[in-house]
């Protein structure tokens, strides 16, 4: 592993789990007016109502377990504890600018996150590194070493990908995300929203929730509204790292009456 990756003298690497966006449609660059014709579609399609147990059940399959990961239990909840600082590595200021605005719009929907992007690597506990496509399996060998670079790409085939180490309270320590820059303007922010919102916490991907876009086989674009709940659960002061399932069960109807009111309100809903 390199320094991106390596965890301070107090802090046991116990746990470094993946998520992998694998290939999605690409599109035409983006037009004049901002606005991606394959995002436009999705949104006006875009299902905004779901019972308790709907949100439940995508929050519990995404919050616990991880679609890869080294070493560590995955049966508690893992969050940052504090505020998050994201940092961009790349010469590309056009898709800077759009991560920067990936950013924003994750900490106007998420409540209780406290997250911006800030100039300095060093200030940073999430690291975004903004590479070719071409280099993308050069530069996860990098970060991971050349037999875990070749592991997750016959396990995952990844398009993009994001990892996180925890301490021994399952508090997140440091995350790193790895985007491509050369796939499209719909790929590139497809991977921002999954990648940065899974380096967050819910990182375990599932195929039996329709909604959410930590399913390989949904592609989004934008932080939908399933998400939002998903991640409002998890920030909530009230769902704490290293929780277990029936300690998140007991606290769960509480949270989620205040998560719908903000839901609702941040996105205007009317039901």
């Known amino acids: 592993?390199?320094?991106?990756?390596?965890?301070?003298?107090?802090?046991?690497?116990?746990?470094?789990?993946?998520?992998?966006?694998?290939?999605?449609?690409?599109?035409?660059?983006?037009?004049?007016?901002?606005?991606?014709?394959?995002?436009?579609?999705?949104?006006?399609?875009?299902k905004k109502s779901f019972t308790d147990g709907e949100?439940?059940?995508?929050?519990?399959?995404?919050?616990?377990?991880?679609?890869?990961?080294?070493?560590?239990?995955?049966?508690?909840?893992?969050?940052?504890?504090?505020?998050?600082?994201?940092?961009?590595?790349?010469?590309r200021a056009d898709r800077k600018a759009q991560l920067a605005k990936v950013v924003a719009d994750i900490g106007k929907r998420v409540q209780h996150l406290d997250i911006v992007m800030t100039a300095t690597s060093e200030a940073a506990n999430v690291r975004v590194k903004l590479v070719r496509d071409r280099d993308l399996f050069r530069t996860i060998a990098t970060?991971?070493?050349?037999?875990?670079?070749r592991e997750i790409r016959t396990s995952l085939d990844p398009q993009c990908l994001s990892g996180f180490r925890k301490n021994d309270n399952f508090e997140i320590e440091h995350s790193d995300v790895i985007l491509t820059v050369d796939n499209g303007d719909f790929t590139f922010l497809d991977c921002a929203y999954e990648e940065l919102l899974q380096s967050l916490g819910p990182i375990n991907d599932t195929t039996s929730v329709p909604w959410?876009?930590?399913?390989?086989?949904?592609?989004?674009?934008?932080?939908?509204?399933?998400?939002?709940?998903?991640?409002?659960?998890?920030?909530?002061?009230?769902?704490?790292?290293?929780?277990?399932?029936?300690?998140?069960?007991?606290?769960?109807?509480?949270?989620?009456?205040?998560?719908?009111?903000?839901?609702?309100?941040?996105?205007?809903?009317?039901?």
Do not use: C
């Open 1 to 46: 592993m390199s320094a991106f990756n390596q965890p301070s003298a107090a802090v046991r690497l116990a746990l470094l789990a993946f998520a992998a966006l694998t290939s999605v449609p690409d599109t035409a660059t983006i037009a004049a007016a901002g606005e991606l014709p394959a995002i436009a579609s999705r949104q006006r399609s875009e």
């Open 55 to 91: 949100i439940v059940e995508g929050f519990l399959k995404t919050a616990f377990g991880a679609e890869y990961h080294l070493a560590g239990r995955v049966d508690r909840i893992r969050k940052f504890d504090g505020p998050v600082r994201v940092y961009a590595e790349s010469d």
């Open 143 to 149: 970060f991971y070493g050349v037999d875990k670079a």
């Open 212 to 271: 959410t876009m930590f399913n390989d086989n949904v592609s989004m674009g934008y932080f939908d509204v399933y998400d939002q709940y998903i991640l409002n659960l998890l920030y909530d002061p009230r769902i704490k790292a290293g929780m277990t399932v029936p300690e998140v069960k007991a606290v769960l109807p509480q949270v989620l009456a205040d998560v719908r009111a903000w839901v609702k309100q941040v996105n205007d809903l009317k039901e």
